[in-house]
């Protein structure tokens, strides 16, 4: 097999660059190792940034969109039950979030592939990237059994953290960067309405909590926890009463309960390796970068790396251009770092560490303080939230 490009991954990030190198007629093969129901049914990120519903729109995804994502103007942020609201909206010139769950961006993505001629390869075992570092990368994996071979001009790894793509890179060469947080996320989904039209993002005594929701009757709904606890040890019922207590009386006389249909716990990191371009090796999404979910910033880095990879792409295979490509890693790198940096500190302000003692604690509320009263503060907030624009090339 021949094309010009191959990403190894189907998340985001891979079905995305497959969908906008289609539009401009450069052949490419998505790798990937699962089967399409186990990638579309992943429970993940459900925010979406200004910058991913316009390539959504762009590409001609957004009907269902704009029918059944909700839109949203603002957030809220609560500070031992006292609830303020930041109108992302008029700080920002009108830019707004959008409610989206990445199950469905998937679902659109995979939808539209056959018709637009985009290759996917299900079930791609054993992948191995050979001939990075010269002009003839090959890769190779294995189908029920069946070694196969594809040749190309250029490999993207969008195969998340775990993926044999960034291992590809010699160690000589990477750089990581890396902060592990010492607790994670206990989120459910429940088909109850969600407590409030925004989110609410919640800093308690006891803990974090995100009210939050996937449509008008289905909510989604977090709390921080230890890293050595057990699903199994969070009945339904304790959770509510911990989600109530450390939404506040407002917010958590608003919820509605009911039986949960998904129960995970999610650790959080921050995570950049440096360079996302090895010879001819792209990295993109989860592969080169991960942020903790507070303010939901996976998924649309996804999105923008690969705006800037397809643009690269383009001016290389139409306009004969190879500065795209040799500028890209530091192009990405550049919004990676303050997507990083927003979201390492809007998980500072608002969770419960372990070794907060009670200055800590009380220069915490003195910054959520701060952003209540700040028309500036909220707006660099709202900026960052909305998420910045693309960097130019």
């Not at 190894?8 to 539009?23: R, V, W, Y």
């Not at 519903?53 to 001609?60: C, F, K, P, V, Y």
């Not at 990676?336 to 390492?344: D, G, L, P, Q």
Request: some cysteine.
């Amino acid at each position: 097999m021949r094309t010009s490009i191959a990403i190894i991954g189907a998340g985001p990030a891979g079905m995305f660059l497959a969908h906008l190198l289609a539009a401009e007629g450069i052949a490419a093969v998505v790798l990937e190792r699962r089967d399409r129901a186990y990638v579309e049914g992943r429970v993940r990120a459900g925010v979406l940034e200004q910058v991913t519903t316009d390539l959504m729109h762009r590409l001609g995804l957004g009907a269902r969109l704009d029918r059944e994502g909700l839109v949203h103007g603002g957030t809220q942020i609560s500070l031992d039950g006292a609830l303020f609201r930041i109108d992302m909206a008029a700080l920002t010139g009108g830019s707004a979030v959008t409610v989206y769950g990445q199950q469905e961006v998937m679902h659109d993505l995979f939808e539209a592939a056959p018709e637009r001629g985009v290759e996917i390869v299900w079930n791609a075992d054993d992948v191995t990237l050979e001939g990075l570092d010269g002009d003839h990368p090959v890769v190779r994996w294995r189908q029920d059994g069946v070694a196969q071979e594809l040749q190309c001009d250029y490999v993207v790894g969008c195969d998340g953290y775990h993926g044999v793509s960034r291992s590809s890179i010699p160690a000589h060469v990477l750089r990581t960067f890396e902060r592990v947080y010492p607790f994670g996320w206990l989120g459910i989904l429940a088909d109850v309405p969600p407590a409030d039209h925004e989110l609410i993002y919640a800093n308690h005594e006891r803990g974090f909590a995100l009210a939050s929701m996937r449509s008008p009757t289905r909510s989604r709904y977090y709390i921080q926890c230890g890293l050595d606890e057990q699903v199994e040890d969070w009945s339904d019922d304790r959770f509510w009463d911990e989600l109530c207590l450390r939404l506040g009386p407002d917010a958590g006389s608003r919820v509605t309960r009911g039986p949960s249909f998904e129960k995970s716990i999610a650790p959080l990191r921050s995570f950049v390796s440096e360079p996302m371009r090895w010879g001819r090796l792209f990295l993109a999404g989860d592969a080169a970068h991960i942020v903790p979910p507070t303010g939901a910033k996976g998924l649309n880095l996804a999105a923008s790396d690969v705006i800037m990879l397809s643009e690269a792409l383009v001016d290389h295979y139409r306009g004969g251009s190879d500065a795209g490509l040799d500028g890209y890693s530091a192009r990405a790198l550049a919004r990676v770092w303050k997507a990083e940096r927003f979201s390492w500190w809007f998980t500072s302000i608002t969770h419960r560490f372990p070794d907060m003692d009670g200055f800590a604690r009380r220069i915490q509320a003195a910054e959520i303080d701060y952003i209540r009263g700040s028309q500036a503060a909220q707006r660099t907030l709202a900026e960052n939230y909305v998420g910045l624009p693309l960097m130019a090339a």
